[in-house]
């Protein structure tokens, strides 16, 4: 615990010995100044539970510096106790208050009255400090809560937009094959239904991993989703998820070069890197804007790397620190299709792995993410707990 700090002002060395003596056992930490001059600059550094002010000073005296402390806004709200060895003098003691004190002790001094005041305002003190980190998780509390409002409101629109389109066109097409089932001597064409069928399954191919991105992070929130070991060779999988890929590389004009290590094996869930590997291939071939996307694995001593680079515009400096949240995406194809969920999945995965996930590149110059992995993935078959939303 943090001591209490207490502010001891006077000219003379022995005033301030006795002074720091009678308050020993009281737990507080005395700060001795000699001058008005040197009282302010240890209240630049210190905050001040409490300042005990001797008012005969020569240069500064204790009523000029309880003035310049009272027009301060770091120390107006600190508690400013007199001290004087001079008679008690109704015009002196009205001045003082005037000055901003809040009491006057007269030598000789109480032992009992000076520590009895000073754990009155130590005890306010408290309850201010307290009163300000209550104010301060309230505030913080607030925010989250007004992210949070915000969050569900572009998941609503972006995920609304995202699932309507498909869904619109597999209504439309159905009516169509409706009408025309019932139009009286119609006749099945083969070939007509294969292509409509055909259309029917896109459509229904662009639902399902929409569905399961809110499904995973359904799970995430949750501490649903779990991640089972098994042993497996990082670049081999990464090569076949590439494999896989290459449909929709060629359709976006992209190409991929490889340079995955033999022999990256480790024990992680596979299913779930494989879904590392397939969001950020994704992420490279929505915003890469064509190129080449390089797939590169590396074992550097008791970890794994995946680094996965593209040749697009890069990512902006304002957006590396949010585009991990959820259903944020980038200036640059922040007009393309998706929730905003895969980076978000990536993360969540890889920490659950005991990993972590660095982003690089710079505008104009491409994007790199790289995914470090131990060989032995923490906390498997076992539930995953990420932070709430």
Same mark, same amino acid.
């Given at each position: 615990?943090?001591?209490?700090?207490?502010?001891?002002?006077?000219?003379?060395?022995?005033?301030?010995?006795?002074?720091?003596?009678?308050?020993?056992?009281?737990?507080?930490?005395?700060?001795?100044?000699?001058?008005?001059?040197?009282?302010?600059?240890?209240?630049?550094?210190?905050?001040?539970?409490?300042?005990?002010?001797?008012?005969?000073?020569?240069?500064?005296?204790?009523?000029?510096?309880?003035?310049?402390?009272?027009?301060?806004?770091?120390?107006?709200?600190?508690?400013?106790?007199?001290?004087?060895?001079?008679?008690?003098?109704?015009?002196?003691?009205?001045?003082?208050?005037?000055?901003?004190a809040v009491d006057f002790l007269f030598k000789p001094l109480s032992e009992h009255?000076?520590?009895?005041?000073?754990?009155?305002?130590?005890?306010?003190?408290?309850?201010?400090?307290?009163?300000?980190?209550?104010?301060?998780?309230?505030?913080?509390?607030?925010?989250?809560?007004?992210?949070?409002?915000?969050?569900?409101?572009?998941?609503?629109?972006?995920?609304?937009?995202?699932?309507?389109?498909?869904?619109?066109?597999?209504?439309?097409?159905?009516?169509?094959?409706?009408?025309?089932?019932?139009?009286?001597?119609?006749?099945?064409?083969?070939?007509?239904?294969?292509?409509?069928?055909?259309?029917?399954?896109?459509?229904?191919?662009?639902?399902?991993?929409?569905?399961?991105?809110?499904?995973?992070?359904?799970? #995430?929130?949750?501490?649903? @989703?779990?991640?089972?070991? $098994?042993? *497996?060779?990082? +670049?081999?999988?990464?090569? &076949?998820? %590439?494999?896989?890929?290459?449909?929709?590389?060629?359709?976006?004009?992209?190409?991929?070069?490889?340079?995955?290590?033999?022999?990256?094996?480790?024990?992680?869930?596979?299913?779930?890197?494989?879904?590392?590997?397939?969001?950020?291939?994704?992420?490279?071939?929505?915003?890469?804007?064509?190129?080449?996307?390089?797939?590169?694995?590396?074992?550097?001593?008791?970890?794994?790397?995946?680094?996965?680079?593209?040749?697009?515009?890069? #990512?902006?400096?304002?957006? @590396?620190?949010?585009?991990? $949240?959820? *259903?944020?995406? +980038?200036?640059?194809?922040? &007009?393309? %299709?998706?929730?905003?969920?895969?980076?978000?999945?990536?993360?969540?995965?890889?920490?659950?792995?005991?990993?972590?996930?660095?982003?690089?590149?710079?505008?104009?110059?491409?994007?790199?993410?790289?995914?470090?992995?131990?060989?032995?993935?923490?906390?498997?078959?076992?539930?995953?707990?990420?932070?709430?939303?």
């Amino acid at each position: 615990m943090i001591p209490v700090k207490c502010l001891l002002v006077d000219d003379r060395d022995e005033n301030l010995i006795a002074l720091e003596a009678l308050l020993a056992n009281e737990g507080l930490e005395c700060l001795r100044a000699r001058s008005g001059a040197e009282a302010l600059n240890l209240l630049l550094d210190h905050d001040c539970a409490l300042a005990l002010v001797d008012v005969h000073m020569p240069e500064m005296d204790g009523f000029e510096l309880a003035e310049l402390m009272r027009g301060a806004e770091r120390t107006r709200n600190i508690p400013i106790i007199f001290v004087t060895a001079g008679p008690e003098d109704r015009t002196r003691v009205f001045q003082g208050y005037e000055a901003g004190a809040v009491d006057f002790l007269f030598k000789p001094l109480s032992e009992h009255v000076v520590k009895s005041k000073v754990r009155v305002f130590v005890e306010l003190y408290h309850q201010r400090t307290l009163l300000k980190e209550q104010v301060e998780l309230l505030r913080r509390s607030e925010e989250a809560t007004r992210q949070a409002v915000e969050a569900r409101n572009r998941f609503i629109s972006i995920a609304g937009h995202e699932l309507r389109t498909p869904l619109t066109v597999l209504r439309l097409q159905l009516d169509m094959a409706r009408r025309a089932l019932l139009r009286e001597g119609a006749s099945l064409d083969p070939a007509g239904y294969a292509r409509l069928l055909e259309r029917l399954r896109g459509q229904v191919d662009r639902l399902v991993p929409l569905v399961d991105e809110m499904l995973d992070v359904a799970r #995430i929130q949750s501490g649903r @989703l779990q991640i089972r070991q $098994e042993s *497996f060779d990082l +670049g081999a999988m990464a090569r &076949d998820v %590439a494999d896989r890929f290459q449909p929709l590389l060629q359709d976006a004009g992209c190409s991929v070069a490889l340079d995955c290590a033999e022999g990256v094996v480790g024990e992680w869930d596979r299913f779930r890197l494989e879904q590392v590997v397939s969001n950020l291939l994704s992420n490279a071939v929505r915003y890469g804007g064509g190129g080449v996307v390089t797939i590169r694995v590396r074992r550097d001593g008791k970890r794994a790397e995946l680094t996965i680079s593209d040749q697009g515009p890069g #990512i902006a400096p304002a957006d @590396l620190k949010r585009i991990f $949240e959820p *259903f944020e995406r +980038g200036e640059v194809g922040a &007009d393309l %299709a998706g929730l905003g969920l895969g980076l978000h999945i990536v993360q969540q995965i890889v920490h659950m792995h005991g990993g972590s996930v660095r982003v690089g590149g710079e505008p104009g110059k491409g994007a790199q993410f790289t995914v470090s992995l131990p060989l032995v993935a923490a906390g498997a078959d076992s539930p995953a707990h990420a932070p709430t939303l």
